[in-house]
């Protein structure tokens, strides 16, 4: 059964017909073509696919496209302003807290989230909005850099 579905994603409005049973995170990365929500365990134990869903941080796996209706959705590919990186993306890049990527927008879309909702996180607070993010490359210690860097310069 097919469901029509209206939202935001991205500051662009949407309106797409979702069969019952798709994901969010399917639905962003095979309907709306945003391949930078990744797909890590699919059972919401990596946070890999996370994307924010009215000012929260949400894993799409576990969610369904049907119950985002009326939400507004920001990715990853949302972050980044007129081709400018974000405070978070840059720090990223000049920390090394990247080495696949795989997990990088799950972390920089969940350090976003953080600092809009706090922005002077003390360094607790930044490990506990990583807390159920997994990264297999970098050991998190460049990773919470990062993001510590990023809340300085903002
Ligand atoms: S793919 Fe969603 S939490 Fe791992
Ligand atoms: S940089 Fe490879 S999984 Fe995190």
Redesign the pocket.
């Known amino acids: 059964m097919e469901h029509k579905i209206r939202l935001t994603i991205n500051g662009n409005k949407v309106e797409k017909w979702v069969k019952s049973q798709t994901s969010l995170l399917d639905f962003l990365r095979t309907e709306m073509e945003l391949t930078g929500v990744k797909e890590g365990c699919g059972v919401g134990e990596c946070g890999a696919c996370t994307v924010i869903v009215n000012g929260m941080t949400v894993r799409s796996c576990l969610m369904l496209a049907v119950e985002a209706d009326g939400t507004e959705i920001t990715t990853i590919e949302g972050i980044a302003k007129n081709g400018e990186l974000s405070n978070v993306q840059k720090s990223f890049v000049e920390k090394g807290a990247?080495?696949?990527?795989?997990?990088?927008p799950g972390f920089v879309v969940a350090g976003e989230n953080l600092l809009d909702r706090k922005p002077a996180p003390s360094k607790e607070d930044i490990v506990e909005a990583f807390s159920g993010h997994l990264?297999?490359?970098?050991g998190y210690a460049q990773i919470i850099e990062a993001m510590d860097h990023a809340a300085q310069n903002r």
């Not at 990247?98 to 990088?104: A, D, H, S």
């Open positions: 990247i080495q696949c990527g795989f997990c990088t990264c297999r490359c970098t």
